[in-house]
Structures are given as structure tokens and as C-alpha cells.
């Protein structure tokens, strides 16, 4: 089956200590993106990723960091800067990053700092 | 800048009644891409439809029909006969053609089925 992973579903952190999000996909897609989710609200756009060993900042970048080593994977790693982090955090791949692509989404991981 | 506006946070309907989740956007380009996508409980985002700025041919998927009308800048999604399967938050994005494939997207309407 294609699709998009992310482990793990429910992640608890205590208070500065760094915590790493896993996102893999098998669709062989070239772009990867990951988004926070805060209850009530849109998603916002942390980090995106075109090709493989290179990724800007999205619009919430700050106390995030990420790598993309592999095509296939695109872990984020939530860092103790990041104020706030308890959030829903999705990530996401299309084939390439033309505006014409739909992005396909993971199951999300939920997180909450303790 | 690119905005996208939905204004209902949370509709309650009865199952079969017809219901209509409204978008509004703003953008200063010519190029540009409209996309609705539900999230059900379980938290992952479900990819709906994709529109681009030059058609504003409105589309029907069975009980799914989607509104474009670039003179009001709306894409409005409207569910017909209303299923309990359909409660989900529903979100409108916008990608400009400038911007690559960033994705802004709306605040959600949580829509409620009731039976």
C-alpha cells in the first residue's frame, strides 16, 4: 500500500527536551511538507522539502528543525526554543512542489509537552 | 499575500439535509489554485478536489458539488443529502503560482451530521 507514515501517533514531552517526528512515504514523491495543527484552527506551514538534501522554512519555522536525507523520509525534530509546542503535527508529500499538486497527508502525530 | 476565509466554524445539520461550507480568498495573482479537503476524526487530511483560477466550471462528485465564482472570489463546497459519514472539519486552501506549492489554508468548518 502507498501512503504516508507517521510515528509516533501520540507523543509526550517533558519541557525542554528535544523530540524527533517521523515521516516516511513510499509514493515516490520528490516534495515533503510539514504542518502544525492547533484545535480550532487551519493548518500553518513549518518546513517544506522540493528534493532530496535541501528544505526552507515555512512561516512557523522557529524552534523546528528538520533533514532530508532520503527521498523518502523527512523527520522533523521539535526543539526545546519551540514555546509551544503541544499541537497535531502533519506532514505531507506531492510529486513534485508545482502549485498544481495535491498534497497527500500522514495520520498526523499528536504532541503534548508535560 | 494570500488569505483564505471561512467564515462558519461549526454547522449542524441533520442527516439529508443539504449544506453549504462557504470559502473566500484573496490573491493578487492570475495563476492560482483552489483545493478543499476534509479531515474525519481520525486526523488525516483527505484530498477533494483541486481547482485551477482559469476554470470556473462548477464540478458535482455524486453527492459533492463545488461553486467557483472568481467575481466574489468563493469556492463554496456543498454536500447533498447529508450522511452522518460526512461529519469532518473541512478545510479551503489556496496555492498561488508564485508561491510554488505552498499550501494557506482556511481556519475549517467542523461540520456536524446528526442522524
Known amino acids: 500500500d502507498g501512503g504516508i507514515t507517521q510515528s509516533p501517533k501520540y507523543l509526550f514531552r517533558k519541557e525542554g527536551q528535544n523530540v524527533t517526528l517521523s515521516c516516511e512515504q513510499n509514493l515516490n514523491h520528490d516534495a515533503m511538507y510539514w504542518y502544525r495543527q492547533d484545535p480550532g484552527q487551519g493548518l500553518r506551514l513549518i518546513y517544506y522539502?522540493?528534493?532530496?538534501?535541501?528544505?526552507q522554512k515555512g512561516d512557523i519555522a522557529e524552534g523546528y528543525s528538520v533533514s532530508r536525507e532520503k527521498k523518502e523520509s523527512f523527520p522533523l525534530t521539535v526543539t526545546s526554543a519551540q514555546k509551544n509546542p503541544t499541537a497535531f503535527y502533519l506532514c505531507?508529500?506531492?510529486?513534485?512542489?508545482?502549485?498544481?499538486?495535491?498534497?497527500?497527508f500522514g495520520p498526523g502525530t499528536r504532541l503534548t509537552v508535560l | 499575500a494570500q488569505k483564505v476565509t471561512q467564515a462558519q466554524t461549526e454547522i449542524s445539520v441533520v442527516e439529508k439535509e443539504d449544506v453549504t461550507l462557504d470559502c473566500v480568498y484573496e490573491?493578487?495573482?492570475?495563476?492560482?489554485?483552489l483545493f478543499w479537503y476534509k479531515q474525519p476524526p481520525s486526523g488525516e487530511l483527505v484530498f477533494l478536489i483541486r481547482?485551477?483560477?482559469?476554470?470556473?466550471q462548477n464540478e458535482i462528485s455524486g453527492r459533492y458539488s463545488w461553486n467557483f465564482q472568481k467575481s466574489t472570489s468563493s469556492f463554496n463546497f456543498t454536500i447533498t443529502a447529508s450522511q452522518v459519514v460526512d461529519s469532518a472539519v473541512y478545510f479551503c486552501a489556496l496555492s498561488e503560482e508564485d508561491a510554488g506549492n505552498m499550501l494557506t489554508f482556511g481556519g475549517g468548518t467542523r461540520l456536524m451530521v446528526k442522524p
Open positions: 490573491t493578487r495573482d492570475t495563476t492560482y489554485y
Open positions: 505531507a508529500s506531492s510529486i513534485t512542489s508545482g502549485t498544481y499538486n495535491e498534497q497527500f
Open positions: 522539502s522540493q528534493i532530496v538534501n535541501d528544505f
Open positions: 481547482r485551477n483560477s482559469f476554470d470556473e
